[in-house]
């Protein structure tokens, strides 16, 4: 019996090589099919639902995509591709807030596992993307409902205006005076209400000095300035140890996170979410 558990699992091992040989080179079909024979043989292997799913990604088949990804963060829960499956299926059905969640989720994994892989780029990427989406969606909708109301109120005050020159002889420019200064007062109200929803210039304090991107995962050197933690890794390892700016000697160990700025960033970023815009 054991010897054919151990059987099983080696053989689903070399299907999921196989599948992964086949999706190199573009064979989606039959890479799905080596995922699926490795699933009938172990099932509860996360991974291979997570590289099925992708293989689905591939072929736009969120639904598959969704119900592989779903069934690989149930097997386990700290599985970053499966989150991030998840996430970009729910966000293909508009399903903002949930798909959002997952990315997050997948982010903050992946960050924990390793801050300079490729895929915490990619997921961040898609996340501000997803984000950037709702925000549109939503601000489109606020913005017609402001344009709604303002004339309605407009529609009002000059109907109310009509009403006063009608009954009031004599006082018509004072009437009319009246109300061009509440119109006036109208339209600061509504332009004040847009504010949020105007996209300007991002504060330079939210922003890495290397990047000039606004902090995703802000880190702090004891030189007091402020760096995204992978890029400033990344110089650590390829140009040198130490501080782009002061020049200091930096080791990585000598980063600490700085929450002031990440707390700063994600309320910036949830009052104004045009900035997660990408160019």
């Known amino acids: 019996m054991v010897k054919g558990v151990q059987s099983g699992t080696v053989q689903a091992e070399q299907l999921k090589q196989d599948g992964n040989l086949y999706f190199k080179k573009n064979r989606l079909g039959a890479a799905i099919d080596a995922y699926t024979e490795a699933i009938t043989l172990s099932p509860n292997v996360s991974v291979y639902w997570t590289n099925r799913a ?8 969120w639904t598959r995509v969704e119900e592989d990804s779903r069934k690989a963060v149930e097997l386990d829960h700290t599985s970053v591709k499966g989150h991030y499956m998840l996430g970009l299926a729910l966000v293909q059905r508009e399903k903002y807030a949930e798909g959002i969640k997952e990315l997050q989720r997948a982010l903050d994994l992946g ?6 892989n490729y895929m915490v780029e990619e997921i961040w990427e898609d996340l501000a993307k997803a984000q950037y989406s709702e925000w549109e969606r939503n601000s ?7 344009q ?3 004339e309605r109120c407009v529609t009002a005050l000059i109907e109310k205006r009509l009403r ?9 420019d004072e009437v009319t005076d009246s109300t061009s200064q509440q119109l006036e007062a109208l339209d600061s109200v509504f332009s004040k209400a847009a504010e949020s929803d105007t996209p300007t210039e991002l504060p330079d304090y939210l922003c890495c ?14 030189s007091g300035f402020t760096y995204e933690k992978a890029t400033i890794l990344e110089h650590l ?3 040198g140890n ?7 000697p930096l080791y990585p160990w000598g980063l600490v996170p700085n929450l002031a700025i990440k707390e700063a960033v994600e309320a910036y970023l949830e009052k104004h979410g045009w900035a997660y815009k990408m160019d």
């Not at 960050?111 to 300079?116: C, E, K, T």
């Not at 130490?242 to 200091?248: H, K, L, S, V, Y």
């Open 148 to 150: 709604n109301l303002k």
């Open 164 to 172: 006063d020159d009608a009954e009031v002889e004599g006082f018509i």
């Open 54 to 61: 992708v293989c689905y990604r591939k072929r736009n088949d």
């Open 111 to 116: 960050r924990g596992a390793s801050p300079q």
């Open 242 to 248: 130490f501080d782009p700016i002061t020049r200091q």
């Open 237 to 239: 390892e390829q140009v």
């Open 209 to 222: 000095r290397i990047t000039l991107d606004i902090f995703r995962d802000p880190v702090i050197a004891p």
């Open 140 to 146: 489109t909708k606020r913005s017609w409902d402001l």
